[in-house]
């Protein structure tokens, strides 16, 4: 069975897409998201499925799409924010090197801006990412093996950090 090397989790605006792809490049292995995979599989983008067929939809995409790929993928894997909610895919990352990308409220909102495209930031941006961190900050925490805190810091030197706590 293959296994990724490492699985990113954290929520939006950690930088899980940037520094996936990063630490895969400095692996040598390939990167995959599971939020492309949900929109390949739907064959629309996120954001229209949450608003055409519910979140509800959204969830079970993500967590079949999540389950096929740490059973195949054998690079880097970053998952969508909202993935760990899901117990059978927290069960499933007990088997794998997880990594949480820990990111602050103020760092989170700078990087995602106004939330264009980001269904579940409608309203205010600032009080839905704070929910937000509030909720989920300890199933990433319960999930990973390391955590790595990405406030003011660049992705090459967060990449850095993952490949010296990976070793």
Do not use: C, W
């Not at 599989?41 to 979140?55: H, P, Q, T």
């Amino acid at each position: 069975m293959t296994h990724p090397l490492a699985v990113l989790v954290g929520p939006m605006g950690s930088g899980k897409s940037t520094v996936g792809a990063l630490l895969a490049e400095a692996l040598g292995v390939t990167a995959r998201d599971t939020d492309a995979d949900v929109e390949r599989l739907a064959g629309r983008e996120v954001s229209d499925i949450f608003v055409e067929s519910g979140e509800e939809h959204f969830r079970a995409l993500e967590k079949q799409a999540v389950a096929e790929a740490l059973a195949t993928h054998d690079g880097v894997l970053s998952l969508g924010g909202g993935a760990v909610l899901d117990p059978d895919t927290r069960a499933l990352l007990a088997d794998h090197r997880v990594v949480f990308l820990r990111v602050g409220l103020s760092e989170a909102v700078k990087r995602v801006g106004l939330g264009t495209g980001r269904p579940l930031l409608l309203g205010n941006v600032r009080s839905r990412i704070k929910a937000l961190l509030d909720e989920r900050a300890p199933i990433y925490a319960s999930v990973a093996d390391v955590t790595v805190d990405t406030d003011q810091r660049t992705p090459e030197d967060i990449v850095d950090e993952i490949r010296k706590a990976l070793t």
